[in-house]
C-alpha cells in the first residue's frame, strides 16, 4: 500500500513541479518579498547545480565501490540540492522577466541546443529520480538499479547543462 501510494504522489509531484515551472513562462511576474534584490539568484541555481552534479557524482563512485550507505547519502544531498534549486529557480522566474541570449554565430546554436536539450530532460527527470529513490526506498532493488541506468546520466546532463546555460547566459542578465 505505502508502495502504491508513493507511486500516486510521483505522479502528482511531477505534474506539479513541471505545471509550475511552465506557469513562470505565462504568468505576470509579482515581487513576492518586497525591496528583495533577487539578481543573484541565477548564480545561485548555478551552483546549487554544480553542488548536485558533484553529488552525484560521488554516488556514483560510491555505488561502483559498493558503499551503499555514501551512495544514498550523496543521493540525499543531490536530492537536496536539487530541492533547494527548485524553490530558487521558482522564486526568480515568478519574480523576474525571463533573459534572452543575445549570442550570435555558432556559439547561439551551441546554446540553444543546449538549452532545449535541458530543459526537456529537466522535465523527464522529475519522475526519473522520485521512482528510482521510491524504488530504493522500498526495497526495490532491481526496479530500481533499472530505473537508475537511465535516471544518473540524465540527472547529471541536466545539472553540469545548468551551469553550462548559466555561463553562456551570464553577461546578459540585467
Given at each position: 500500500m505505502l508502495y502504491k501510494n508513493s507511486i500516486l504522489l510521483i505522479w502528482i509531484l511531477t505534474i506539479v513541479i513541471n505545471g509550475l515551472i511552465l506557469l513562470t513562462f505565462f504568468l505576470p511576474k509579482v515581487t513576492l518579498l518586497e525591496g528583495c534584490d533577487y539578481s543573484s539568484l541565477p548564480m545561485l541555481n548555478a551552483m546549487l547545480n554544480g553542488l548536485t552534479f558533484f553529488s552525484l557524482l560521488f554516488a556514483l563512485l560510491a555505488v561502483r565501490r559498493k558503499n551503499i550507505l555514501l551512495h544514498r547519502s550523496s543521493i540525499f544531498l543531490a536530492f537536496s540540492f536539487t530541492s533547494l534549486f527548485l524553490f530558487s529557480y521558482l522564486l526568480y522566474h515568478f519574480s523576474m522577466p525571463s533573459t534572452s541570449y543575445k549570442g550570435d554565430g555558432l556559439l547561439r546554436g551551441v546554446y540553444y541546443f543546449i538549452l532545449l536539450t535541458h530543459v526537456v530532460l529537466a522535465a523527464i527527470i522529475v519522475p526519473l529520480g522520485l521512482?528510482?529513490?521510491?524504488?530504493?526506498?522500498?526495497?526495490?532493488?532491481?526496479?530500481?538499479?533499472?530505473?537508475?541506468?537511465?535516471?544518473?546520466?540524465?540527472?547529471?546532463?541536466?545539472?553540469?547543462?545548468?551551469v553550462v546555460v548559466y555561463l553562456l547566459i551570464h553577461p546578459y542578465y540585467p
Open positions: 521512482l528510482a529513490m521510491a524504488f530504493a526506498l522500498n526495497n526495490r532493488i532491481s526496479q530500481h538499479r533499472k530505473i537508475a541506468r537511465w535516471t544518473m546520466p540524465i540527472w547529471l546532463y541536466v545539472s553540469f547543462t545548468g
